[in-house]
């Protein structure tokens, strides 16, 4: 039995300026025997697929796997870059030989100038290369997709968990289904629907209300029906301006139309009636970090700030709140501002008192520079090893940090890309911080940190900064979101 791997993925913020080409991808885009080499011991859904393959004596045929580089974040993808690694894969499908069934590991939040379902025209070419044997795709929660992507893929697979910690669970579990299904054990029916329910990040944690409900609701389903093999609802990313925006449920069962018919109805119509809850409000950066210093106070610290809105990595508002309300002992992993780092690194050394304004150079919702005065405590290019839950084992190579102590044990580290994901306190040990020693850790992030930092910090505490992410996408506008997706569709903006 041979099977085919391939992916091509991208979480795009269609609210940024700048698009993204082949030279974000290419660089760390893997062919053949790499792809397997580079996942291995990682928890991948590629990861996910040997461990499946090769516990069964099945053969995995590795094709391409592009995904960006790190550093900041762009635009729509070009023309050119999402026909070179759709083509691709199609292209060595068409080269791979005899193939008895088809694994794509997906993201489904790209988007692409001129092609509106970018992930299912990814798998509409591989369809039309190998015919009818089985493709089946593995997504992350936050998917936009719709009936596209359900009429081109034979099964559908959403990770269940933010933070994400069961992609190679999900792999597995796709892996599973693919060989049962070739050795004619396992017909799939797949049913998916959509709620019509837009939702910031931040409110998708699936440890707590809403999305703790959602999965629960999927979890009774699957226990009580033998037949139903998987169940599971992608919220979506809400920062990708595409037709397909939004929360979308996935059944699959093996061969029972109605049994996916019933439960996909079923949890969309549970999910819609929390909409509301998908759209609360948070406190904005004044009120929010004064609430947070009297939890401190009070010794209920430490405490997360968790600063979602930020996907460039440069706003200032809640360092300028924890600067002018007096806050002590605290961290902000990274500000990215490249022309101060750089400058820095030319001018200065450990050990030296600077003054330098950091932030707010992207544009006019990123806030205002902020000037700090402290000593330069590290400066270089910190690569260290991950030790929390998600992604752990896998090594981060950051570009330039600089960290300044302000002084009071306030810490704030100035870097010229955005930092390596604060998954764990290895972002902040690398640069020399005793985590320890915190009252406050500030994040720019909104729910992958809770994985590791939920176990570290007595309370994480979200904040609805401005930013590109912010919490309340009425203020953000869209172009191409559908005239009924809630809560920012034009129904409800009258």
Partial sequence: ????????????????????????????????QAILDANRGIPTYINGYMKVAEAEG???VPLVYASKTAGGFQSWLTPACFDKYASEIADRLRDAGPL???????HGAMAATGVPKPEAEIVRRARATVGSIPIMVTLDLHANEDREMADA????????????????????????CMIETIRGN???????????????????????????????????????EPDLYYVSVAPGYAYADVPDIGMSVWAVTNGNQELAERVAQDISDYAWSMRESFARKLPNPRDGVAEVMRLVREGKGPVMIADGADRIGDTTHILRELLEQGAKNWAIPSIVDAEAAKDLEKTASVGDTVTVKIGGWYYEISGRPVEVT??????????????????????????????????DNRH??????????????????????????LDIVALKDRVHHRAYWD????????????????????????????????????????
Avoid at 189 to 218: E, F, L, N
Avoid at 418 to 428: C, F, P
């Fill in 186 to 224: 396992f017909v799939p029916a797949m049913a998916m629907r959509r709620p019509g329910i837009v939702s910031a990040s931040i409110y998708q944690a699936t440890a707590v209300h809403p999305m703790k409900d959602v999965q629960a609701r999927c979890r009774e389903w699957q226990a009580r």
């Fill in 412 to 437: 704030v580290v100035i870097s010229d890309e955005k930092r390596g994901e604060s998954y764990d306190s290895t972002v902040l040990t690398s640069v020399g911080v005793d985590v320890s020693s």
């Fill in 455 to 494: 176990a570290i910090t007595k309370v994480n505490y979200p904040i609805d900064a401005p930013g590109i992410g912010l919490a309340d996408l009425t203020q953000l506008k869209y172009e191409n979101a559908p005239y009924d997706a809630f809560p920012i569709g034009g129904k409800y903006r009258g």
């Fill in 374 to 407: 402290g000593t330069v405590e590290y400066m270089g290019r910190p690569s260290y090893v991950l030790i929390g839950p998600r992604r752990r084992g896998d090594r981060v190579q950051d570009s330039l940090s600089i960290r300044l102590n302000l002084g």
């Fill in 153 to 176: 893929a034979d099964a559908v697979f959403v990770i269940r968990t933010y933070p994400h910690v069961d992609y190679e669970e999900t792999g597995m579990v796709a892996a599973r």
């Fill in 100 to 106: 008895e069934g088809v694994l794509l590991a997906l």
């Fill in 58 to 60: 099945v053969e995995l």
């Fill in 1 to 32: 039995m041979r099977i085919a791997v391939a992916g091509f993925a991208d979480e795009t913020c269609t609210f940024c300026y700048v698009p993204t080409d082949i030279d974000r991808f290419e660089p760390a885009a893997l062919r053949g």
